[in-house]
């Protein structure tokens, strides 16, 4: 039973190039949350998606940023013309129902903005 | 609004030691609590989650939190840590009614030293 894959692991963008980051969850569940961690900053929400459904997406910064989670597919987070400050780690997480007591975490993407 | 204060940004501690890790969360309705372990360049693994009943939880790798709902507390106990503990630890609160979503607190570097 696979768990939550994330890729690329590592991302290299340059400056104003755009970068998409896959989420695939676990099988069976159909949330998706996604989350950034800052260098020497804490994990903080970004989006949360249901199938084909943005359910709440209040941590997503008002530009250059969108998510999606198809019905086929995995979630893709993408950033437009990322800048230095978009250099971070991304993690999505998924979990079977809305409020689940759990979230199973992927490894992470790190993108790196040169 | 939830909000989640780890009071401690780094904790250092010999091994074979006692630790814990200090918690404190604050919400207006009733919470999931959680404490999450990252270690370096690797995703978020779950120790141990207080949902209801019993407020001590155990917890993987030897950890127990309490939960003390007139302090609104969470701290995270192990009472003789090992050099393989020394990670970064999170603590975090969600609730149904906000989706799910985890809001983390800034994180608690564990050094273990021989």
């Known amino acids: 039973n696979a768990g939550v894959m994330q890729n690329p692991r590592h991302l290299v963008r340059r400056r104003g190039q755009e970068a998409r980051l896959r989420c695939s969850p676990m099988?069976?569940?159909?949330?998706v949350y996604w989350y950034r961690q800052l260098p020497e900053e804490g994990l903080k929400f970004m989006v949360y998606?249901?199938?084909?459904?943005?359910?709440?997406e209040s941590g997503m910064p008002k530009e250059r940023f969108s998510a999606e989670f198809p019905k086929e597919g995995p979630s893709i987070l993408r950033i437009q013309q990322v800048v230095r400050g978009d250099s971070a780690a991304y993690f999505c997480?998924?979990?079977?129902?809305?409020?689940?007591?759990?979230?199973?975490f992927g490894p992470g993407t790190r993108l790196t903005v040169t | 609004a939830q909000s989640v204060t780890q009071l401690d940004s780094q904790v250092p501690v010999f091994e074979e030691a006692p630790v814990e890790l200090r918690c404190n969360y604050s919400?207006?309705?009733?919470?999931?609590l959680f404490w999450y372990v990252q270690y370096p360049n690797q995703g978020l693994q779950l120790l141990l989650k207080y949902l209801s009943g019993s407020t001590l939880v155990k917890g993987i790798n030897g950890f127990e939190a309490e939960f003390n709902k007139s302090q609104t507390s969470f701290h995270l106990r192990k009472p003789s840590v090992h050099i393989s503990d020394t990670a970064e630890y999170f603590c975090?609160?969600?609730?149904?009614?906000?989706?799910?979503?985890?809001?983390f607190g800034q994180g608690t570097e564990l050094s273990v030293k021989p």
């Open positions: 998606l249901q199938k084909e459904n943005i359910i709440d």
């Open positions: 099988k069976g569940h159909s949330h």
């Open positions: 997480a998924s979990s079977p129902n809305r409020g689940s007591d759990e979230q199973y």
């Open positions: 975090a609160v969600s609730s149904y009614n906000q989706g799910g979503k985890l809001i």
């Open positions: 919400s207006s309705v009733s919470v999931y």
